[in-house]
């Protein structure tokens, strides 16, 4: 979506007049998501005589979106409020990272090895992680789960590579 | 009086050995899908249906229904925990229910939220065999007008239950609403914002995105510098696991006006269970005398939703026993597990199914009976499981909430979205803007937008009959009336002038 | 239990596949592991139900497991796309359906697969007939009545449907184009809510599957008018065909058959057949199926060539009906 966050410290780029940066960004934003609904939304058909078409919830709410994210953006001008709050990195990008690679994996994977692997990838997001600790603990969750989710739960899921299948 | 006799040989069937032994299993199962975030009541049922070919019918229905009200005892688990609601009915429970579970009262928390939903299950359940046949009634007076009103007043609940502003709720509202409209048109199938995107096509999924802005970005939170010292302190701080005489006491009221709620309102086909949690909690919220505690780690506002999807999820099997009509998808499911042993449920179910109908609702006392045995103890273990040092807790969640997407559609972009909007998510952490009226939003959205267009295509476009129709009309008075009392405080306070300025 | 066999199936056929890389797998030993099974439709649908009954036999047949995996959306066009796809070995089938194979192609301009040249059609299953339905007190006594009801009053009625691209949508589309008339159309998301505003009286009338109809129709909450099915239906033996109620024109059934991606070797697709005729004349899938209102078509209609036949012609009977709809 068009709201992923941004990751530099707004604030400096800010003019003095924005008095609480954090809403001022936060409805900046929202209205930006509604542009982008109204843009996403323009190919659809609207009211044809009493019926609703397939745009018109849509726009209706993306409208109001803009209103509202206007509305805030403008109170972070007219009251003075937080300033943006910090961003980190690591946390983001590492947990991210883990679940793109099991959606990535799990197919042609299989549960074993996609879930052994995101559970290292996530645990990268901590400087807390202790390696030793975090493989043991991996290795029996993963285990566990390659048990728990398609023998007791029936859940049809691949549980090795696939090219040690075929 | 013929009930007697019906709850009686219930209970015979209920009793025997066999649908003993399902309704358990279908409780156990139930409380494990209910704790595992992700993984719903609905994929876990169609999965175990199969399995249902080689069971006697009532055994099957049996357990079927067991997973179905075991999941919402297990439900509030993960969101008191880890403010991970893995159902649409548990979201507000974890917004006072984490915040307990922070001040190291999460033992008191699920135990409060077992003995409510024990409580209105029990209540529940005798409605149904007291009042099931006249109840029906109500399921077939709402029609496409009633739902609208009904949704318009599900909205105003969502505003009430903010903790901060109500203009950044509002918003958050109307972004839910907007997401909800991903997917296709219902009337004429037109692809609306879906970006040729396949997996798009049906709609945003309520797990992918509660998962996201709930688990994923909480988690992402966690790992926040600064984080650390408060989730040490939550480790330390842990207190009883039972509810204290105090909190008993708090609790009581709001468990009786949440099976209340819940009972009515799980009768209405569609929406009517996730409808009922927010409004027990609204309820209770505008009843206290003290309604910022809310929020706070209020006990009354993880006792009332819980008791309030506890209730709901019972009386939604009314218009099924009675008319044969599933009013939800897992209940379309039962109808699937009655069709392959040849049973068609139809208003006559009651009739030439006694064993299938009065062993149900017998049993389904039986089972929360089981459900509260098995959930009390349990208390003990998930507290503990607070313990385990967060480094790994954390990749241990998002792999469990991976899997659970993964499994709804077998659907890797669902998993891929999540993790996006994990990261909207944190944003939104970041700008103070709560996650909890955009599920809401985006729950009640379709809901909202299909019935008044259905209302509209019925009346030919004539807008009174929202007003026009009693049930409309009162629903509509009870949403403004709210709304009043929302923003009535709003205005009093010193920002007032923006607030005025923005509604213009 | 299930699971047991099934993970000991995992690990054979883990052995076989070592084997297979010396020695490519053959048609000839064909099913040396367990079948996926694709169903478009959630478990306990119609098209659910009847896929796991014929294909529980077929299994027996093959001495092989078929896993049945239901994948749900846009009309089950999601599922059949994944089949398309899929692997033509032989070991990834899918159930396909009147919405899937037929009705889909005017319905979705983008759709990413065609019926016809993307698969090897294996054999018809079973069909389940159509109903006319309407609410209780809707004035007209039968079809004639209706008839001359609702193009009277074209204006004011309003038939429901399960939502776009479901077979009540469908077969109501038909009706529509064959009176002449355009009715209101009231959407609903899936059979169920839909059959609830039928029994509540706030929609008319609609076309829907005969399995979810027969209690209504029995328990007097809703009236049938006739069955768009050539013969009486067992089930609703008080319920006339069109073609005796004065509407011939009107057939319409919402068959299910099994697929397999193009290109499967034609000895796994006659393997297959042979296990499904087999299966449709077995006592018990008979049994089974009659007693969900489902019409088991006749020998001559279970060959791959007569299902292809059915599925060209059912294209051109529903692109001209759907095509304005959208």
């Known amino acids: 979506m068009s709201d992923t966050p941004s990751e530099a410290p707004v604030k400096s780029i800010l003019p003095e007049w924005v008095r609480g940066p954090q809403d001022f960004v936060g409805g900046l934003a929202m209205v930006a998501v509604a542009l982008f609904a109204l843009w996403a939304s323009s190919d659809l058909q609207g009211m044809h005589g009493f019926s609703f078409g397939a745009g018109t919830a849509p726009r209706m709410f993306a409208v109001l979106l803009l209103l509202l994210g206007a509305a805030v953006a403008l109170m972070g001008v007219l009251k003075d409020g937080p300033a943006i709050a910090a961003y980190s990195w690591r946390g983001p990008l590492f947990v991210s990272a883990a679940i793109v690679f099991f959606a990535v994996s799990i197919r042609p994977f299989g549960l074993v090895v996609s879930a052994f692997a995101a559970f290292l990838i996530a645990a990268l997001g901590s400087h807390e992680t202790k390696w030793v600790e975090a493989i043991i603990v991996g290795a029996c969750l993963t285990i566990g789960c390659a048990l728990l989710f398609p023998y007791v739960l029936g859940l049809p899921m691949p549980m090795f590579p696939r090219f040690l299948i075929q | 009086m013929d009930l007697f006799a019906n709850l009686a040989h219930g209970f015979v069937v209920a009793f025997s050995p066999i649908n003993l032994l399902m309704c358990l299993i279908g409780a156990l199962v139930g409380t494990l899908v209910g704790v595992l975030p992700g993984i719903g009541t609905i994929a876990t049922v169609a999965m175990l249906l199969p399995i249902t070919f080689g069971l006697p019918p009532v055994g099957a229905l049996i357990m079927l229904a067991g997973i179905y009200y075991g999941a919402q005892y297990g439900g509030s688990t993960t969101s008191i925990l880890v403010n991970i609601p893995g159902e649409a009915t548990s979201v507000v429970t974890a917004l006072d229910g984490h915040q307990m579970a922070k001040q190291g009262r999460a033992g008191p928390a699920l135990a409060i939220a077992a003995i409510g939903s024990f409580f209105a299950g029990c209540v529940a359940t005798v409605l149904i065999a007291v009042l099931g046949a006249p109840l029906t009634k109500l399921a077939l007076a709402f029609g496409p007008a009633e739902y609208f009103s009904l949704m318009v007043l599900g909205l105003i609940f969502a505003v009430v239950l903010a903790k901060g502003s109500v203009l950044k709720a509002v918003a958050m509202i109307v972004f839910g609403l907007l997401l909800s409209m991903v997917g296709s048109d219902i009337e004429t199938g037109a692809s609306r914002m879906a970006f040729n995107i396949p997996e798009l096509a049906d709609g945003l999924g309520f797990a992918t995105v509660a998962m996201g802005v709930f688990g994923f970005a909480e988690i992402i939170r966690n790992l926040d510098h600064g984080a650390e010292m408060d989730r040490n302190l939550v480790q330390q701080k842990i207190t009883g696991l039972m509810p204290t005489r105090k909190d008993l006491a708090d609790s009581t009221p709001a468990i009786l006006r949440g099976t209340v709620l819940g009972s009515i309102l799980g009768i209405l086909p569609g929406g009517g269970a996730v409808i009922a949690s927010f409004a027990a909690y609204t309820l209770e919220k505008k009843l206290a005398k003290d309604p910022k505690r809310f929020g706070r780690g209020a006990i009354e506002g993880v006792a009332a939703p819980e008791s309030a999807n506890n209730a709901a999820a019972q009386t939604s099997f009314i218009p099924l026993l009675t008319l044969g009509i599933p009013p939800n998808a897992v209940m379309a499911l039962m109808v699937g597990a009655m069709t392959i042993h040849g049973i068609v449920p139809g208003p006559q179910v009651m009739q030439k199914q006694p064993d299938l109908v009065w062993g149900m609702i017998a049993s389904m006392w039986i089972g929360n009976l089981m459900l509260i045995i098995i959930n009390l103890p349990l208390v003990g273990i998930w507290v503990r499981l607070l313990r385990v040092p967060y480094r790994l807790m954390f990749p241990s969640i998002v792999v469990f909430c991976a899997i659970g997407i993964y499994s709804v559609n077998n659907a890797p972009v669902d998993v891929v979205l999540a993790g996006a909007f994990g990261l909207i998510g944190y944003w939104l952490i970041k700008h103070d803007f709560e996650p909890a009226p955009l599920l809401l939003g985006m729950v009640l959205g379709p809901l909202m937008e299909e019935n008044l267009r259905r209302a509209l295509l019925i009346s030919r476009g004539d807008w009174s009959v929202f007003v026009s129709r009693p049930l409309s009309a009162v629903l509509l008075a009870i949403a403004a009336g709210l709304l009043v009392l929302a923003v009535l405080p709003t205005l009093r306070a010193k920002r007032d002038e923006v607030f005025v300025e923005s509604e213009g | ?326």
């Open chain 3, 1 to 326: 239990m299930m699971s047991i066999r099934s993970l000991a199936g995992a690990c054979l056929s883990a052995f076989a596949a070592l084997g297979a890389f010396a020695v490519p797998a053959s048609a000839q030993n064909y099913p040396t592991r367990t079948i996926t099974m694709i169903v478009p439709f959630a478990a306990g649908g119609p098209t659910d139900v009847i896929s796991r009954i014929v294909t529980a036999h077929i299994a027996q047949t093959l001495g092989q497991s078929i896993v049945i995996e239901n994948v749900v959306g846009a009309g089950g066009t999601t599922a059949t796309t994944r089949a398309a796809r899929a692997a033509n070995d032989g070991y990834t089938l899918v159930t396909g359906h009147m919405g899937t194979h037929a009705a889909s192609v005017p319905l979705y301009p983008k759709l990413a697969y065609h019926p016809e040249k993307d698969f090897e059609p294996v054999a018809l299953l079973a069909g389940t007939p159509i109903l006319i339905l309407a609410r209780k007190d809707f004035p007209p006594k039968d079809l004639k009545e209706f008839i001359a009801y609702v193009k009277a009053n074209a204006e004011k009625v309003n038939a429901a449907h399960a939502g776009i691209g479901s077979v009540s949508h469908a077969s109501c589309e038909l009706l529509n184009s064959i009176l002449d008339i355009k009715p209101v159309g009231v959407p609903f998301n899936g059979t169920g809510p839909a059959m609830n505003a039928l029994v509540a009286g706030q929609v008319d009338y609609m076309c829907d599957q005969i399995v979810n109809a027969v209690p209504q129709i029995n328990a007097g909450t809703i009236k049938a008018y006739a069955v768009a099915t050539p013969e009486r239906n067992p089930s609703l033996p008080n319920v006339p065909t069109t073609t005796e109620a004065g509407l011939p024109a009107f057939q319409a059934q919402a068959w299910n058959a099994i697929f397999a991606p193009k290109g499967t070797s034609p000895a796994i697709i006659a393997t297959l057949n042979a296990a499904a005729i087999k299966a449709l004349d077995d006592e018990n899938v008979r049994k089974r199926l009659l007693e969900l209102g489902s019409v088991i078509p006749a020998s001559a209609n279970r060959t791959p060539e007569a299902l292809a036949t059915l599925v060209k012609n059912e294209i051109a009977k529903w692109t001209p009906v759907l095509k304005p709809a959208t």
